[in-house]
């Protein structure tokens, strides 16, 4: 489905398409930039009309809106503090440039499959909500999940209050000025107490799915992952009159690193990614004096990761003697090995059908931190290229459908 056509279909079957069209065309133009993707960074402007529309999509179906102290969005049919509640919903921030389907697909579908079980007349025994989790991609304060991290205990409050943006912004900061007190920032034992099952529907981030029959997967686990930054400290020099052999050139220390991460990560089956990197002064005509690089890595167990870890580490400190070069490595995030709840997994398999696929994923998602918490479920939509993160990030349509009428049916037997 392509995102800037596809919200506007001409002839909606019946069942929960009317409902999906309306929100996708109402949240399209959103955050959107110039290169087609998204900018939809926490606190931000965007974000606001995100949350914005979230919550004009709670009242107009009646359902009690509300926002916890850590900024997640919920939007409850039911006695909210009733316990057992049945969860389901994704995030709504994008990386920078990021697709439209990453997060707001599964927030979207979360309010079309609960439109789908009131025309089914379903009869909800148990609380229901909808959520949005705040920040959950990280790309303003560095740290991924924020909102579900909080919530959880996984990140506590001094930890959220040391976060900053490339601005310096603290991230209390950023949501007092989005309107949000951050007085209550922190661990939510009772409402994270609260919650029964969580739910998660989200775009297939690989092509897993691309060449079968099923337009729908089960996930089955997420990879451990983090996050490192890497600090190369040389000597600022003139990139005209500095012989190469008198030179502390961080760039190049950061070159070959960026190479050594990339053959450490084949040789063991484990994925290294620098994919931001800033530079200081960041002049032409200048030998840098720092360069700042940030590692994501990812393997199947965490013994791999954090080997893989330890050789771009070393690689990193060895070339670093060679360019006169101090290399120092900060652990920004980890998140270990995940593995979501077999009972509910192999529950939404039999009613999805036997031979529905269940797949793990490298990608990190807000239902990883829950799943240490309450018993969780992801379901995937198919990606025909595979790609996200990226604008060309898609869905067809009726795959779409597939996941929400999937979604509710999950539900169905949940609520
Ligand atoms: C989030 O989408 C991540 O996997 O980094
Ligand atoms: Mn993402
Ligand atoms: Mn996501």
């Given at each position: 489905?392509?995102?800037?056509?596809?919200?506007?279909?001409?002839?909606?079957?019946?069942?929960?398409?009317?409902?999906?069209?309306?929100?996708?065309?109402?949240?399209?133009?959103?955050?959107?930039?110039?290169?087609?993707?998204?900018?939809?960074?926490?606190?931000?402007?965007?974000?606001?009309?995100?949350?914005?529309?979230?919550?004009?999509?709670?009242?107009?179906?009646?359902?009690?809106?509300?926002?916890?102290?850590?900024?997640?969005?919920?939007?409850?049919?039911?006695?909210?503090?009733?316990?057992?509640?049945?969860?389901?919903?994704?995030?709504?921030?994008?990386?920078?440039?990021?697709?439209?389907?990453?997060?707001?697909?599964?927030?979207?579908?979360?309010f079309a499959a609960y439109d789908e079980l009131r025309s089914r007349g379903t009869a909800f025994t148990?609380?229901?909500?909808?959520?949005?989790?705040?920040?959950?991609?990280?790309?303003?304060?560095?740290?991924?999940?924020?909102?579900?991290?909080?919530?959880?205990?996984?990140?506590?409050?001094?930890?959220?209050?040391?976060?900053?943006?490339?601005?310096?912004?603290?991230?209390?900061?950023?949501?007092?000025?989005?309107?949000?007190?951050?007085a209550a920032l922190g661990p939510d034992p009772e409402r994270l107490a609260r919650i029964g099952a969580?739910?998660?529907?989200?775009?297939?981030?690989?092509?897993?799915?691309?060449?079968?029959?099923?337009?729908?997967?089960?996930?089955?686990?997420?990879?451990?992952?983090?996050?490192?930054?890497?600090?190369?400290?040389?000597?600022?020099?003139?990139?005209?009159?500095?012989?190469?052999?008198?030179?502390?050139?961080?760039?190049?220390?950061?070159?070959?690193?960026?190479?050594?991460?990339?053959?450490?990560?084949?040789?063991?089956?484990?994925?290294?990614?620098?994919?931001?990197?800033?530079?200081?002064?960041?002049?032409?005509?200048?030998?840098?004096?720092?360069?700042?690089?940030?590692?994501?890595?990812?393997?199947?167990?965490?013994?791999?990761?954090?080997?893989?870890?330890?050789?771009?580490e070393r690689a990193a400190g060895e070339r670093g003697g060679r360019d006169g070069v101090d290399v120092?490595?900060?652990?920004?995030?980890?998140?270990?090995?995940?593995?979501?709840?077999?009972?509910?997994?192999?529950?939404?398999?039999?009613?999805?059908?036997?031979?529905?696929?269940?797949?793990?994923?490298?990608?990190?998602?807000?239902?990883?931190?829950?799943?240490?918490?309450?018993?969780?479920?992801?379901?995937?939509?198919?990606?025909?290229?595979?790609?996200?993160?990226?604008?060309?990030?898609?869905?067809?349509?009726?795959?779409?459908?597939?996941?929400?009428?999937?979604?509710?049916?999950?539900?169905?037997?949940?609520?």
């Amino acid at each position: 489905m392509d995102p800037a056509s596809s919200a506007a279909g001409a002839t909606a079957p019946p069942g929960p398409r009317p409902s999906f069209q309306q929100m996708w065309k109402e949240l399209l133009p959103l955050g959107r930039a110039g290169s087609g993707g998204y900018r939809r960074f926490a606190w931000t402007g965007p974000d606001q009309e995100c949350r914005q529309w979230f919550r004009d999509q709670a009242v107009s179906r009646g359902l009690a809106y509300e926002v916890d102290g850590n900024g997640n969005q919920w939007a409850w049919s039911g006695d909210k503090n009733a316990a057992d509640a049945v969860v389901t919903g994704s995030h709504l921030d994008s990386v920078p440039d990021g697709g439209a389907f990453d997060g707001p697909l599964g927030v979207l579908a979360a309010f079309a499959a609960y439109d789908e079980l009131r025309s089914r007349g379903t009869a909800f025994t148990r609380p229901f909500a909808i959520v949005n989790f705040c920040d959950e991609e990280g790309a303003r304060f560095g740290l991924a999940c924020v909102g579900s991290r909080l919530m959880t205990g996984s990140l506590t409050a001094e930890g959220a209050h040391a976060l900053r943006d490339a601005e310096g912004i603290t991230l209390p900061r950023a949501m007092e000025a989005a309107g949000h007190d951050p007085a209550a920032l922190g661990p939510d034992p009772e409402r994270l107490a609260r919650i029964g099952a969580f739910v998660e529907l989200h775009i297939e981030q690989g092509r897993a799915l691309a060449e079968t029959d099923h337009p729908i997967a089960v996930a089955s686990a997420i990879w451990p992952h983090g996050r490192w930054r890497f600090d190369f400290h040389g000597e600022a020099n003139h990139a005209g009159t500095t012989r190469l052999e008198d030179r502390r050139d961080p760039m190049l220390t950061y070159a070959n690193t960026v190479l050594a991460a990339r053959k450490k990560a084949r040789l063991a089956g484990a994925l290294a990614t620098f994919g931001k990197v800033a530079v200081e002064p960041n002049g032409v005509n200048a030998v840098p004096s720092l360069v700042r690089g940030w590692l994501d890595s990812r393997a199947p167990d965490e013994e791999t990761l954090a080997s893989v870890v330890a050789e771009i580490e070393r690689a990193a400190g060895e070339r670093g003697g060679r360019d006169g070069v101090d290399v120092r490595v900060t652990r920004e995030s980890a998140t270990p090995l995940v593995e979501f709840d077999h009972a509910l997994r192999d529950r939404m398999a039999a009613l999805l059908g036997e031979t529905i696929p269940v797949l793990p994923t490298g990608a990190g998602h807000d239902a990883g931190i829950l799943s240490a918490s309450v018993p969780t479920a992801m379901l995937y939509v198919r990606n025909p290229t595979g790609v996200s993160h990226a604008p060309a990030e898609s869905a067809e349509e009726d795959d779409c459908a597939a996941g929400v009428t999937a979604l509710a049916d999950v539900l169905e037997g949940l609520v």
